[in-house]
């Protein structure tokens, strides 16, 4: 009996590690305490994140020296170690929202994991008013949470002991292929091409006319695709408030979550000089043909409901909307249930949700790749029935075939997909007034790690508790696509 929890035992030796490296983590925010010296209450901001480093140090030291870090010696083990990793340290995220704000530590909770897992949706309003650590720390997390938090972690490892096994568990934000042979130097490049692009985008929005503070939070959650933002009103702030550069601001967070949605493998081929890199696959074939035909719909059906409106403006907004949701950023310069957009649009919207972004990128969904296979399935299927018994239709994908696992996996990921979209929506239903739109959007919003949604912050805030665990479960199996979030009602994985 002692035998069969030596797995869990090396599980939690290993997340004990992950905890000490969060602990350090958790100090960056105090830099805004310092930045800001005319800032209120300094000393209940440098506690509220001083309190959960020295917690998970503590938590982390614990488990290392009850069960040392041992080798994970099988898939089941790194899954457990990926799905308790996230809960826990957005456990310990969420005590600053919770010390400093005005909420429960289950909305706390809620938007922390809506921060880690860059979904974006939020419970927060008066962000305005906000004190900068706390803003600081939304976009952090974001950030962080972009291409996986256990992935930065394994960054700073000195020794491969499991690290490949939490690749894998957490690869789906990375890459299925490497760039370059070895782990730790695919690692360091993706996060170094993620850095670079994010001090990019910070100098491209302070040139734009943010603050620098308001460039490098905004900058930290286009690049993961969160879609966090410092002001209520989102990126449309800097229209209302008259910022000469916002049409300027819009299109440089356009270009940047563009690049967040694409494969990281796209940036690191571009980098090198290969530009084909943007139109040679299929994958990124069909992420600009859902780009273009979107954007084109949802244009002409606002035209027609208001034919006066600008025809740049209506463009504008339609390419950020599109691409904003495509790639699962979710910043707004509308909210998408006002009358600005239609019912087509609508249903676009809804569609892109679940599309989401390329493999390798930080967006969530279920990916353009997998929706392009499901749609070559259909097209095999009724080929099969039109061409000879006896004709072999193989099912390929930039010239290779597609083996038969990947096909049985994107099945079943699409399969969970429907039913977790129905259990939630249905769950909504039951303990709250809301129509059958904004239930199902509510949970089309967490499982496809994306904040809008029919259904207003000031709702998603007095949600039934129930509504709001079933959001952040959703919100996490988005994030490690489902299957891992499932192994946690198993009795086997945890032996």
């Excluded at 906000?130 to 720390?137: D, E, K, Q, T, Y």
């Excluded at 494969?263 to 084909?276: I, K, P, Q």
């Excluded at 967006?363 to 399935?377: E, N």
């Excluded at 049985?408 to 239903?429: K, P």
Aim: glycine share 10%.
């Amino acid at each position: 009996m002692r035998n069969s929890f030596d797995g869990f035992k090396r599980a939690l030796g290993y997340l004990g590690s992950i905890h000490l490296f969060f602990g350090f983590v958790f100090l960056a925010p105090l830099l805004s305490v310092f930045l800001f010296p005319d800032m209120p209450n300094k000393t209940a901001q440098v506690f509220s994140f001083l309190l959960p480093s020295i917690f998970t140090f503590s938590l982390g030291g614990s488990f290392i020296r009850a069960y040392g870090t041992k080798h994970l010696e099988s898939a089941r083990e790194a899954v457990l170690v990926c799905v308790l990793g996230w809960l826990s340290v957005s456990a310990v995220g969420a005590v600053p929202f919770a010390l400093q704000l005005d909420i429960s530590y289950l909305d706390a909770y809620f938007e922390t994991m809506s921060g880690f897992t860059t979904t974006g949706i939020t419970v927060l309003s008066n962000l305005d008013t906000m004190a900068p650590s706390i803003l600081l720390w939304r976009s952090m997390i974001q950030w962080l949470g972009g291409l996986g938090i256990l992935a930065l972690f394994l960054v700073f490892m000195f020794s491969s002991t499991g690290a490949h096994r939490i690749f894998t568990a957490e690869s789906h934000k990375i890459l299925a292929r490497r760039p370059v042979p070895g782990l730790f130097r695919t690692l360091k490049i993706l996060w170094t091409i993620y850095a670079i692009l994010t001090f990019a985008c910070t100098l491209l929005l302070f040139i734009g006319g943010m603050s620098i503070f308001d460039a490098l939070c905004h900058a930290l959650t286009t690049l993961s695709t969160g879609g966090y933002s410092t002001h209520d009103a989102s990126i449309d702030y800097y229209r209302q408030a008259g910022y000469a550069g916002f049409a300027f601001i819009e299109y440089t967070l356009v270009f940047f979550m563009l690049l967040g949605g694409i494969n990281f493998l796209v940036h690191f081929r571009l980098m090198r000089g290969d530009f084909r890199a943007l139109y040679d696959s299929f994958e990124i074939k069909l992420f600009w043909i859902i780009i273009a035909a979107a954007t084109a719909i949802v244009a002409v059906e606002h035209l027609k409901i208001a034919p006066d409106d600008s025809i740049t403006d209506t463009i504008r907004y339609s390419i950020f909307q599109v691409v904003s949701i495509l790639t699962t950023t979710g910043f707004g310069t509308k909210d998408i249930g006002t009358p600005f957009f239609g019912a087509g649009a609508k249903l676009i919207f809804l569609s892109l949700m679940v599309i989401g972004g390329c493999v390798g990128s930080t967006g969530g969904g279920v990916k353009v790749m997998r929706i392009g296979i499901l749609w070559k399935m259909l097209l095999r299927q009724i080929k099969k029935i039109l061409y000879p018994s006896k004709a072999r239709i193989p099912l390929t994908l930039d010239g290779a075939m597609i083996e038969i696992e990947e096909i049985r996996r994107v099945g079943a990921l699409f399969f969970a997909w429907i039913i977790l979209l129905f259990l939630g929506g249905l769950i909504t239903a039951l303990f709250s007034n809301l129509g059958a739109l904004e239930s199902a959007s509510g949970m089309f919003s967490a499982l496809g790690n994306i904040g809008p949604c029919y259904i207003t912050a000031q709702q998603i805030t007095v949600l039934h508790p129930v509504v709001k665990v079933t959001y952040i479960l959703g919100m996490l199996a988005g994030r490690l696509e489902i299957l891992p979030v499932l192994l946690l009602f198993s009795k086997r994985a945890w032996k």
